[in-house]
């Protein structure tokens, strides 16, 4: 759990900053909503998915299927996102 912590600790304002920057100032309220109900939703529903699979298919099934998901995740982002400019914030 620990882990976790730290990971998702220094994950989500990186995330939340990304979001913020790829949009206009009067929708940055809106963007950091919008960040942290996926992530609320995707930990909520990933957790119940995840529980299902290990009752059906084992444990090994659903750590491969997470290893897969984050290096397919990794190749997306190396292909589309990597090459973003951050721009200068304005304040």
Sequence with gaps: MVVLGMCIGSFNPEMNVFCIL???VARRGTATAAFNGSS???LAAGSAVAGLCVEQLGYTFVFLA???GAI???I????TLSNFKKK???F
């Design 22 to 24: 790829r949009c206009s």
């Design 40 to 42: 609320d939703l995707g």
């Design 66 to 68: 997470g290893s897969v």
């Design 72 to 74: 397919l995740t990794l």
């Design 76 to 79: 997306v982002y190396s292909f």
């Design 88 to 90: 200068a914030l304005p």
